[in-house]
């Protein structure tokens, strides 16, 4: 009976040791070895945090390419959809004021959310969409934008990062 209780603790000892330990020690050296998407798949410009590759963030302005809306307020503690009909108020009270700011032709992405309301990316659409808006704002070729936004899209699934997008926008001046 003495020699049963050694036992289960040797095997509590080592189902710890197993599950506290060496668990612990793989999953820190996949996420070491993994550094960039582990904490975050942060973008940084000048030697700070501007944002991530996967969360959206929300620009304002007439200078900048604008993301998808977001349900959640771009807010990642929160994500969720929308469920809003097309049909619904609010769905074309934005498309209205986004086609009165950038014109006919618009996509449907730019007045959808995301699935998590937290989507960084949109159509290539979307963005030529907009180039005609930031070209005029910022006093730029139109022509040159769209090459801009060529060379940051995902050429298999026809999207573009919009804060990457915007931070080369930025670079441009």
């Excluded at 070895?33 to 969360?55: F, Q």
């Excluded at 998808?68 to 929308?82: F, I, L, M």
């Excluded at 619904?88 to 032709?105: H, Q, V």
């Excluded at 808006?133 to 573009?160: C, E, F, P, Q, Y």
């Amino acid at each position: 009976m003495k020699s049963d209780i050694i036992q289960g603790v040797k095997a509590a000892f080592m189902t710890m040791a197993v599950c506290c330990v060496l668990y612990t020690g793989a999953v820190y050296a996949v996420g070491f070895l993994a550094k960039d998407k582990a904490e975050g798949s942060l973008i940084y410009k000048d030697g700070r945090v501007v944002g991530s590759r996967l969360i959206a963030q929300n620009f304002k302005g007439e200078r900048y390419f604008h993301p998808r809306p977001s349900s959640v307020d771009y807010n990642a503690a929160g994500a969720g959809g929308s469920n809003l009909s097309p049909y619904s108020k609010e769905i074309r009270e934005r498309a209205e004021k986004i086609i009165a700011e950038n014109g006919s032709g618009l996509p449907a992405d730019m007045v959808t959310a995301s699935g998590s309301g937290l989507d960084p990316h949109i159509s290539l659409d979307s963005a030529v969409f907009q180039a005609e808006r930031v070209a005029k704002a910022r006093n730029t070729d139109k022509n040159g934008l769209i090459a801009l936004i060529n060379s940051h899209a995902d050429g298999n699934l026809k999207i573009v990062n919009v804060l990457e997008l915007n931070i080369a926008l930025d670079g441009m001046e």
